[in-house]
Each structure stands twice: as structure tokens, then as C-alpha cells.
């Protein structure tokens, strides 16, 4: 299995024209659905709902920063111990799957990775890693090449070590900035169009979902001004696509 979290993606920016292959493959042998993000709707906390199929409420992850009032400590949640469900990447793991978690964002892999036999971010790369899987250095993260390279690495480690479990996701940064229709915004999702169609050319048994934690809103066309995730959540807030594909 395989599951994608396009981070920040709203379902405007997948169209048959941004994404023929996607759409493609979820008419031949998949599906298509409106799922409901959980709320708030930031990377961190729908990560953790996707990993673990429960809400905030259960898996302790309830925002991207911490405050504790009891010691005042505040700060961003990067690393291990917020986390308070256990992850499918544990459960493949106990259930003796092999399992990996590539990931755009260095946090996502600090947060997350403790199922991962295979983890890799493009924010802080494992240079041995990098090296097997005949990559090349990272590009910057808040760049759509950041998209492209961690896709690449997902296609290469599934060619070498073919992992029961793959968790792939990017970075939010393009579609935070960069509405529908932009040349950024295409070239983005061109590079998830490409890839998941290569991976299901080489592995054609392996079912994928792809979802997103999507942005509250998204900026107007050529519009470069971030969107304020943190605060005013747009009433419009979109759910993230679903698509599952598998052999026919
Ligand atoms: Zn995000």
C-alpha cells in the first residue's frame, strides 16, 4: 500500500487537465470521494488522523504548536512524544510489514517516524540513504522540486526495497502560496500526476490513496501572500480528494 498526502492540496487544483493520469487511473480502477479533513485543518494534525484513523481529541495532536499552561513551555511539534496514537506504519510493523515514511518536511518524519523502518526528509536527508537510492541532493523544501524529489525517492526506494507500507508526503508551501490555475500550482501537481503513474507502472498490485490536508483557503491567482492558516479558517474549507486504484 501506498498513501500520499499532498500536503496543503485543495480538490480545485486536481482537474483532468492539471491531473489526466490521476483521473485516469481512479476511472479505470479506483474511486473518487469528498472526505472530511479534521480541524484545524494544519499539516501536523491531519497527519495524525491519517496515520492513525482517529481524531484529534484521541492522538493528543491538536495543532502545529504546543502550550502547556501548567509550565508555560510552548513551541512547534517536531519531534517524538506528541503523538499519542499508535500509527498504521506501527501497526504494519507489528503485523510484520516493512514499512517507510518519506516526507518533504523534516518534522513530519521527527512527529511520526517511530514505525518507519525506511525514513527519509528532504528538510534534513540521510546522506546514506540519498546515496542508495541513487538520488540526487535535495532541493530546497519550499520549492515544487522539493515534490518532484521526494516522489522520486519513493519510486526508487519502492524499485530497491519495495516496502509493504510507503507514507509519501510533500510540502504545503506551493499551495499555500500559489492558487489553482498558477504555472507553480500545475507544475506541482504535474509532478504528483507523473510519479503516481510511475509507481503504479511498476507496481501495479500496490493500491494507493492519495489525500491532502488541505488549506483552509487558497490565495488568488498569482497572488503570493500566505494564507493565514492559523487563524479566520474559511467557511469554504475544502475536503481532500480520495482516490484508491488497484489491479484490475
Ligand atoms: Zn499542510
Redesign the pocket.
Known amino acids: 500500500m501506498m498513501i500520499l498526502v499532498v500536503?496543503?492540496c485543495a480538490p480545485e487544483y486536481l482537474t483532468e487537465e492539471t491531473a489526466p493520469d490521476l483521473f485516469r487511473l481512479a476511472r479505470e480502477n479506483g474511486f473518487a470521494k469528498i472526505v472530511e479533513s479534521q480541524m484545524p485543518s494544519?499539516?501536523n494534525v491531519?497527519h495524525a488522523c491519517i496515520l492513525s484513523g482517529l481524531c484529534p481529541k484521541d492522538t493528543g495532536v491538536v495543532g502545529n504548536y504546543y502550550y502547556d499552561p501548567a509550565t508555560g513551555g510552548e513551541g512547534f511539534i517536531e519531534e517524538r512524544g506528541f503523538m499519542q496514537a499508535e500509527t498504521i506504519l506501527q501497526a504494519y510493523r507489528k503485523a510484520g510489514g516493512s514499512t517507510a515514511l518519506f516526507t518533504v518536511k523534516g518534522k513530519v518524519l521527527g512527529v511520526y517516524g517511530e514505525g518507519a523502518d525506511i525514513g527519509l526528509s528532504a528538510q534534513d536527508p540521510d546522506e546514506e540513504l540519498v546515496k542508495a537510492l541513487s538520488l540526487p541532493p535535495a532541493p530546497p523544501i519550499h520549492s515544487a522540486r522539493s515534490t518532484e524529489w521526494i516522489l522520486q525517492a519513493a519510486l526508487s526506494c519502492m524499485e530497491k526495497y519495495s516496502p509493504d507500507l510507503m507514507y509519501c508526503t510533500n510540502?504545503?508551501f506551493i499551495f499555500?502560496h500559489y492558487a489553482p490555475g498558477t504555472p507553480q500550482a500545475k507544475q506541482q501537481i504535474a509532478y504528483v500526476n507523473e510519479y503516481v503513474r510511475r509507481i503504479h507502472e511498476l507496481e501495479p498490485q500496490r493500491q494507493i490513496y492519495i489525500t491532502a490536508?488541505p488549506?483552509s483557503c487558497y490565495p488568488f491567482a498569482g497572488g503570493r501572500k500566505p494564507v493565514p492558516?492559523q487563524q479566520g479558517y474559511c467557511r469554504h474549507r475544502s475536503a481532500p480528494h480520495l482516490i484508491q486504484e488497484e489491479a484490475p
Do not use: A, E, I
Request: charged residues 25%; hydrophobic residues 20%; negative net charge.
Open positions: 500536503d496543503g494544519v499539516t491531519n510540502n504545503d499555500h490536508d488549506p492558516v
